[in-house]
């Protein structure tokens, strides 16, 4: 099992930034993908952005050139940096951790909200 908890939503002005934090503890050591999915009222949940366990990035377009994805050093942490906020990017964010121990397993965080303001 692993337990996740997320920090570091709130409301930000547009152009303005937010760091989301992720910390994972539990059986931390079949963790191999990361990332920061979000789901925006009346819309799906969809991948904001995703790091594996080599450090590979992945993000959709839409926050291409403005979040950063990165994983701590003992690799039970996650970030998500987000800069130059945009009104569309509002949301609740969930946290995303997948596990490779005697199979694959999806475990999610409780969500935190990020509202940005025009």
């Known amino acids: 099992q692993v337990q996740l908890v997320e920090s570091g939503g709130g409301l930000v002005q547009a152009g303005g930034s937010l760091r989301l934090s992720c910390a994972a503890s539990?059986?931390?050591?079949?963790?191999?993908?990361m990332g920061w999915y979000r789901q925006a009222p009346g819309k799906q949940r969809e991948l904001a952005a995703s790091?594996?366990?080599?450090?590979?990035?992945n993000y959709a377009d839409s926050v291409k050139g403005r979040f950063t994805i990165s994983r701590s050093s003992a690799k039970n942490v996650v970030y998500l940096e987000m800069n130059s906020l945009k009104p569309e990017d509002t949301a609740v964010y969930y946290c995303?951790?997948?596990?490779?121990?005697?199979?694959?397993?999806?475990?999610w965080g409780q969500g935190t909200q990020v509202t940005v303001s025009s």
């Open positions: 790091i594996d366990s080599g450090g590979n990035t």
């Open positions: 539990g059986r931390v050591f079949s963790i191999s993908n």
């Open positions: 995303n951790v997948r596990t490779l121990f005697l199979g694959v397993s999806d475990y």
